[in-house]
């Protein structure tokens, strides 16, 4: 079964200190991973996409690795701010038909004064 | 990138009763999704929305109780139908996303039934 589970599913953590939140997979065929930051009341926000290739990508302080062989991503947040309060979610795209894409049920993250 | 806006952005309604819920984007995407976010959820996909033909429904979603249109490549609807407190959820609409490509979201709608 096509599953994505995230880690922690909630934290704290004080402002301008780093954080890094883990994502394992298990969807086949693999096509591509994203992470997305879903502020409360929001729609998702595209972060990064990053395919089979891809190790490292890097969005302003937002930094995401994989590794496709142990079916790892994590996303690295560097000098948090108190915007970076929001849900973030990993989703693995299926290499099937239109590409079909599968949820993480996210990490809830608080960034506290 | 495309912008999604999504209307309404929240209601109540009564037991019943039915939503049309609407998706518009600002430039035309040839994949419109349709998802079911419970709080503190994992989105869920409801249906493909495919343009000028029925849309696909995932399993668990059926024509009668969610029926979707999508005349052209930038608009879609999606309506909640004969509504019980179950359905109270956020609906959120999504364009784009095939083939390493992005997808963007709409802001969603949370849907209150009493």
């Known amino acids: 079964k ?40 929001r ?71 | 990138s495309a912008v999604i806006s999504q209307k309404p952005s929240r209601d109540i309604c009564q037991r019943g009763t039915s939503l049309t819920i609407q998706c518009q984007v600002d430039s035309q995407v040839t994949m419109m999704f349709w998802y079911r976010q419970q709080p503190g959820q994992s989105l869920t996909l409801i249906a493909t929305a495919n343009q000028g033909s ?9 024509i009668d109780k969610f029926p979707i249109s999508r005349p052209n490549l930038t608009f879609s609807t999606l309506t909640v139908s004969n509504m019980s407190p179950e359905d109270s959820s956020i609906y959120l609409c999504s364009g784009g996303g095939g083939w390493n490509t992005e997808a963007f979201f709409g802001q969603g709608t949370r849907l209150t039934v009493v």
């Open chain 2, 54 to 62: 029925e849309a696909t429904y995932e399993s668990g979603f059926v």
């Open chain 1, 43 to 113: 729609g998702p926000v595209s972060l990064t996409i990053m395919t089979f290739s891809e190790n490292t990508k890097s969005n302003g302080r937002y930094t995401a690795t994989l590794d496709a062989d142990t079916k790892q991503s994590s996303l690295h947040i560097t000098a948090s701010q108190l915007s970076d309060s929001a849900s973030y979610i990993c989703v693995v795209s299926s290499n099937t038909g239109f590409q079909k894409l599968v949820f993480g049920t996210g990490t809830r993250l608080l960034v506290s004064p």
């Open chain 1, 2 to 41: 096509n599953q994505v589970e995230q880690s922690p599913q909630s934290l704290i953590i004080l402002e301008g200190k780093n954080c890094t939140l883990q994502c394992n997979y298990t969807v086949s065929p693999f096509s591509n991973l994203r992470w997305y930051k879903q502020d409360t009341g």
